[in-house]
């Protein structure tokens, strides 16, 4: 079974960066790299929302509100997933989930999240 640990998260004040990591264990190599990895997010009383992804092949996709901020990367060599959090602004405290959707099994897997706090 797949379990993804995430780490990195902490309180910074605004206009400052943060990085998170997701190692994903259980799973081997080959099967993290044909997986596609994302990150989401959720403030308390919201449904949980898509930050980033990133493909098996490299290709990224961001949130509109964070374009040009955060950068997702991954280290297939590792299993591990990175966020980039740039230019942190308030509205991106919360917690911050890893997700993998996992090749060759119907379930996904999920982090447990890591809380990102943005005040001064």
């Known amino acids: 079974q797949v379990q993804l640990v995430e780490s990195g998260g902490g309180l910074v004040q605004p206009g400052g960066s943060l990085r998170l990591s997701c190692a994903a264990a259980?799973?081997?190599?080959?099967?993290?790299?044909?997986?596609?990895m994302s990150w989401y997010r959720q403030t308390p009383g919201k449904q949980r929302e898509l930050v980033a992804s990133?493909?098996?092949?490299?290709?990224?996709t961001y949130a509109d509100h964070v374009k040009g901020r955060f950068t997702i990367s991954r280290d297939n060599a590792k299993n591990t997933v990175l966020l980039q959090m740039n230019s942190l602004k308030p509205e991106d405290t919360a917690v911050y989930y890893c997700?993998?959707?996992?090749?060759?099994?119907?379930?996904?897997?999920w982090g447990q999240g890591t809380q990102v706090t943005v005040s001064s």
């Open positions: 259980g799973t081997s190599g080959i099967i993290f790299g044909f997986s596609p």
């Open positions: 990133i493909d098996t092949g490299g290709t990224t």
């Open positions: 997700h993998m959707v996992v090749f060759g099994q119907i379930n996904d897997a």
